[in-house]
């Protein structure tokens, strides 16, 4: 994944970025303020909503953007449990077009990459529903239990759960979703 990973964040940022992010290794401060700020997202989005994976990991890196001094990266994609495909889709994702819309309709599923560290602010919350895919509720609620509120692992160690990284929304897109989940969080 590191290498599909860098070939998307220098598609929608730079190469330079995509090297920065290669590079980075969070050290405790950063997985410290990474957990705080993902559980302040959580607190901002009450109940237990599926479907807003994009919309969460969206504030999620702009918050993230206000305490440290490296970019999460919000990733779109595929997300399987084992070999079963829980969201995504049969065709590739076209990224720049799907995430340029105002009205985001889509089947995959969004999360952050913060250096070598997955960070997932929605899935929990899906599980949780009664309205994600039962597959998905069943591993979550099998390996965590139920009532979670994020996951934090290495990219590199996501156990049954594997993430297919397809894109890397633009700064553009991530600050469209997020002044779109502001209006709905605020209500105005």
Same mark, same amino acid.
């Given at each position: ?28 401060? *950063? ?6 700020? $993902? ?7 009450? $109940? ?6 994009? /919309? ?7 918050? /993230?953007? +206000? ?9 779109? $994609? ?6 079963? %495909? ?7 994702? *076209?990224?720049?077009?799907?995430? @340029? ?14 250096? +070598?560290? /997955? ?5 929990? &919350? ?15 609620? %099998?390996?965590?239990? @139920? ?31 997020? &002044?779109?989940?502001? &209006? /709905?969080?605020?209500?105005?």
């Amino acid at each position: 994944m590191p290498d599909l990973l860098h070939s998307l964040i220098a598609a929608s940022f730079s190469l330079a970025a995509a090297d920065e992010w290669r590079q980075f290794e969070p050290v405790q401060d *950063d997985c410290d303020k990474l957990a705080s700020t $993902g559980f302040e997202v959580l607190r901002a989005f009450p $109940g237990r909503a599926p479907g807003a994976c994009a /919309l969460m990991s969206a504030v999620f890196s702009v918050a /993230l953007e +206000n305490k440290v001094t490296r970019r999460g990266y919000v990733v779109a $994609g595929s997300l399987y449990v084992g070999d079963t %495909r829980v969201f995504g889709e049969d065709h590739a994702l *076209d990224g720049r077009a799907r995430f @340029s819309q105002s009205e985001l309709s889509w089947d995959g599923h969004a999360w952050l990459v913060f250096g +070598n560290l /997955l960070a997932d602010v929605s899935i929990f &919350r899906t599980a949780d529903s009664g309205k994600g895919p039962p597959v998905l509720s069943a591993h979550i609620h %099998r390996e965590f239990g @139920s009532g979670r509120g994020l996951m934090i692992c290495r990219t590199d160690d996501t156990g049954d759960l594997r993430y297919v990284p397809e894109y890397v929304l633009t700064q553009d897109q991530v600050d469209a979703l997020f &002044r779109g989940a502001r &209006r /709905l969080i605020v209500g105005s």
